[in-house]
């Protein structure tokens, strides 16, 4: 089990390492949208979407179509996997064509797919990636082949989504100013997605500064650090951080339902106190 566990990190950080090292050129050569897919599902019944693809590029490109599943580490690095293995993976489910074509520079191509929930398919959230890889049909001195990933998140309902903030660690240092680091739960069967952002007051509750968290997914049954960075130099004297988390909705929905809250409140809050020493 070590063994494929060490295999399967590997193929992530091959294809991230694709992903990353050929970003520049992914983005001048090809446009892909929309992409992420958030859909609401009828076990049996086929929900049918479709992709375009823009060669923004100079080069005739080989674009071929494949399938991958993935995962999220506690940092929001992206794992992946063999499709069709994962628990909550909807790749067997996932039909898309064409697999292969060739795109002339300013052209388009329209890539359809559709994704049938079984009959009995458990509740909450399926997902799995449509894998675009592309290289110039002319053979150059050096090919880089691109990868850009379609994410697609299916659910069979009911669809819950809860979450906690269960801890927030602050450091800080007058040459590096506020580091702040939390953990963020998720307990229902589909992911959180939200944005987060923190306040500094001193004891007189003045604002001091304010910034925004990075990070805004944390997979259902999971553990996600998100983490914040603010440049202040602070004289001795106590001093809280408010940090507050805000539920983004799904692409399907244009309300917080499943969260069971308003629109434009949140229930993940937290106010923590820290000392600055003299040097």
């Keep these: 089990m070590r063994h494929k566990r060490k295999i399967l990190s590997s193929l992530g950080i091959l294809l991230l390492l694709l992903l990353l090292s050929a970003s520049g050129q992914s983005a001048t050569q090809l446009i892909i949208q929309p992409s992420r897919f ?7 019944k086929a929900e049918t979407q479709a992709i375009t693809i823009l060669n923004n590029g100079t080069d005739t490109l080989r ?23 994962a628990s909550n993976s909807c790749a067997t489910w996932l039909r898309f064509n064409p697999r292969l074509f060739q795109l002339a520079p300013g052209d388009r191509q329209v890539v359809r797919f559709s994704l049938t929930a079984p009959a009995q398919a ?10 675009f890889a592309s290289e110039p049909v002319e053979e150059t001195t050096l090919t ?13 309902p009911p669809v819950t ?8 660690f ?12 939390c953990k963020i739960n998720s307990s229902g069967n589909a992911h959180l997605r939200c944005t987060g952002r923190f306040k500094v007051f001193d004891e007189n509750k003045t604002v001091l ?71």
């Design 38 to 44: 958030e859909l609401l599902l009828t076990p049996g």
């Design 209 to 279: 500064g304010e910034g925004a968290y990075k990070g805004n997914v944390v997979f259902p049954g999971r553990s996600r650090f998100f983490t914040g960075h603010l440049p202040l130099e602070l004289p001795p004297g106590i001093y809280h951080v408010e940090s507050e988390f805000s539920f983004v909705p799904p692409l399907y929905a244009g309300d917080l339902a499943e969260y069971g809250l308003e629109p434009g409140h949140t229930d993940l809050k937290n106010t923590i106190a820290f000392e600055v020493k003299a040097e």
């Design 170 to 181: 602050i450091d800080y240092h007058k040459d590096n100013g506020l580091q702040l680091r």
């Design 144 to 156: 880089i082949v691109s990868n850009i990933l379609v994410t697609i998140y299916g659910y069979t």
């Design 122 to 131: 458990p509740a909450g959230e399926h997902r799995c990636a449509i894998l």
């Design 63 to 85: 674009i071929g179509v494949d399938v991958r599943d993935w995962e999220m580490d506690e940092e929001g690095n992206p794992l992946f996997t063999i499709p069709g293995e």
């Design 161 to 168: 989504r809860r979450g906690s903030l269960e801890e927030v």
